[in-house]
């Protein structure tokens, strides 16, 4: 990703590394941070909300993730991607709690 912000957005490469670091740590962070009370509001992982809910942010994310090789502005990709990340932050702990709700208790560990 790093050389591709700096070939085709042409940033240089302290510009690129720090963005990329910066988005890589604190969106799938702030994503998992955030999952907790959007699962709380849809009413906890054994609804059926989270499973739609989930169905939907992971669409949405395949959706925002699209467009993002059409931009030339440095600052759009970094955007999208700190965008991304975030809503793949949101969806693996949900998926995880969801998995987990719908084991049986004798095979739970």
């Not at 993730?65 to 793949?88: K, Q, R």
Request: hydrophobic share 55%; with cysteine; aromatic share 16%.
């Amino acid at each position: 990703m790093t050389l591709y912000i700096v070939d085709i957005n042409g940033a240089t490469i302290l510009q690129a590394q720090s963005a990329f670091t910066f988005v890589c740590v604190t969106s799938p962070t702030a994503g998992a941070i955030a999952s907790g009370p959007i699962s709380a509001w849809v009413g906890g992982y054994g609804n059926k909300g989270a499973i739609k809910l989930t169905l939907f942010l992971a669409f949405f994310s395949c959706l925002f993730s699209l467009p993002m090789s059409w931009f030339d502005s440095f600052y759009a990709v970094v955007i999208n991607l700190w965008i991304y990340l975030f809503i793949g932050g949101i969806c693996v702990p949900l998926l995880t709690g969801i998995f987990l709700a719908h084991v049986e208790i004798d095979y739970r560990t």
